[in-house]
């Protein structure tokens, strides 16, 4: 249960200060909570790995495999969801995905070996992708515009939580002695108590007013031909996608990494080291924290690129520091990355669901989070081969250019759209130039 509270008192620090809606902000509570899950799902294996490699006994080909699972499931679970929340309902949806967490959470804890937990860990991805396009459909549907952009970029908050929790599990675990085995079924477990909590909230959230009135047949062919006759949504969904392959190259090979190099090389013992894998992700906690709260003076596109020039300013240091093994500067250099790819992501989905009609948002966040998570996929599972290959100085270089191009991207075809409407106009006033 104190996980529960942390993540709640984290969505409550989130929503201070900040005039919602009556009713809608337990709502979003819940939808952030939801997300929390996902990025607990997302990022249990990367977190845990050298515990499954040492248990399962594996190689480094395999690992990229193994970690690389859940965002296969992710992608797959992104397009279905898409369809799914839009034809059957955001509430329906909600549930069902909850359940398929209770379920893949047992199963993958239950791996005897790497084929299960492959398997198990895909099928746990597809809720996690699904969920997303739900999510972003219901804070979409039920905030004011103004707000409902703040709440969609707490994702990158919501996975930083995920981390820490993961991360300071595991000093609990292994303070306690536990071998390898042991840790990493909790590890996965543990997220059973907020999906269970979930489940307890269930009855107290409505369905969308909005998705009740929209068009239930439109499919993905009527949202590609409908995109293009719209300037607004097209050019949004052309930064959506390109700069979800950036970010998303980024989350797949550096981000999902920084656990394994720095255990890796061993830098002062395996609790030790752990403390400073938390010491790094920590700063993703104002990073997610004040992304959102200077949306409204500065906008979604200045957020985008000041991320990417951020995290393409980590990746260079950290990949000069590991050709001259100068590892004191790793931890910085990780922390600059990590605040950087928090910022870079906030727009991307956030945006996408934005400009969305209502009867195609749920295949618009779909189709967004199904680019973005494709090469996250691909880029895990072709990291740890590419940096055997060249090692991993060279590699994470290779990485920078990734995030080089989220910034040109966002700054040649990216327009402002904070405040934006569905009847295709925005507050101007709500950004401040």
């Given at each position: 249960m104190h996980l529960c509270?942390?993540?709640?008192?984290?969505?409550?620090?989130?929503?201070?200060?900040?005039e919602y809606p009556q009713g809608n902000s337990g709502i979003s509570k819940i939808m952030l909570t939801s997300l929390f899950i996902d990025e607990w799902n997302i990022f249990s294996i990367p977190m845990i790995s050298i515990f499954v490699e040492h248990s399962l006994r594996f190689g480094t080909t395999m690992l990229g495999l193994v970690t690389g699972a859940t965002i296969?499931?992710?992608?797959?679970?992104?397009v279905l969801g898409g369809?799914?929340?839009?034809?059957?309902?955001?509430?329906?949806?909600?549930?069902?995905?909850?359940?398929?967490?209770?379920?893949?959470?047992?199963?993958?804890?239950?791996?005897?070996?790497?084929?299960?937990?492959v398997i198990f860990r895909f099928l746990a991805g597809i809720p996690a992708g699904?969920?997303?396009?739900?999510?972003?459909?219901?804070?979409?549907?039920?905030?004011?515009?103004?707000?409902r952009e703040v709440t969609g970029a707490y994702n990158t908050l919501m996975a930083s939580v995920a981390i820490l929790g993961l991360n300071g599990s595991v000093v609990i675990l292994l303070i306690s002695g536990l071998k390898a085995t042991a840790i990493w079924k909790i590890a996965i477990l543990i997220q059973i108590i907020p999906v269970l909590f979930l489940l307890l909230s269930y009855k107290r959230i409505p369905e969308s007013d909005i998705w009740k009135a929209s068009n239930k047949e439109a499919t993905y062919?009527?949202?590609?031909?409908?995109?293009?006759?719209?300037r607004v949504q097209w050019r949004t969904s052309m930064y959506s996608w390109c700069c979800g392959i950036a970010s998303g190259i980024e989350v797949g090979t550096f981000a999902f990494f920084i656990p394994y190099i720095i255990l890796k090389f061993g830098i002062s013992g395996a609790i030790n080291d752990r403390f400073i894998i938390i010491g790094i992700y920590s700063i993703g906690i104002p990073a997610g924290y004040l992304g959102p709260k200077i949306l409204p003076k500065i906008g979604?596109?200045?957020?985008?690129?000041?991320?990417?020039?951020l995290s393409?300013?980590?990746l260079v240091i950290s990949g000069l520091a590991l050709l001259f093994n100068i590892y004191i500067v790793l931890p910085v250099s990780m922390m600059i990355f990590v605040w950087g790819n928090h910022w870079n992501n906030e727009p991307i989905t956030t945006s996408q669901a934005l400009v969305a009609d209502s009867d195609m948002r749920g295949k618009a966040v779909g189709i967004s989070n199904f680019i973005y998570q494709l090469p996250s996929f691909l880029s895990i599972s072709i990291f740890p081969i590419m940096f055997s290959a060249i090692g991993m100085g060279y590699s994470t270089l290779v990485v920078a250019i990734a995030s080089f191009a989220g910034i040109i991207i966002t700054l040649a075809v990216f327009n402002e759209i904070f405040g934006y409407r569905n009847d295709a106009t925005y507050d101007s006033e709500c950004v401040k130039s």
């Open positions: 509270t942390f993540s709640f008192n984290i969505i409550d620090l989130a929503f201070m200060e900040t296969g499931g992710a992608s797959i679970g992104s369809y799914m929340v839009d034809r059957f309902g955001r509430r329906k949806l909600f549930f069902f995905n909850l359940i398929l967490f209770l379920i893949s959470a047992i199963l993958s804890a239950l791996s005897i070996n790497l084929t299960m937990l699904a969920d997303i396009a739900n999510v972003y459909s219901y804070i979409m549907e039920t905030e004011k515009p103004g707000h062919i009527d949202f590609f031909r409908k995109l293009r006759h719209n979604l596109r200045k957020l985008s690129y000041s991320g990417f020039a393409f300013a980590g």
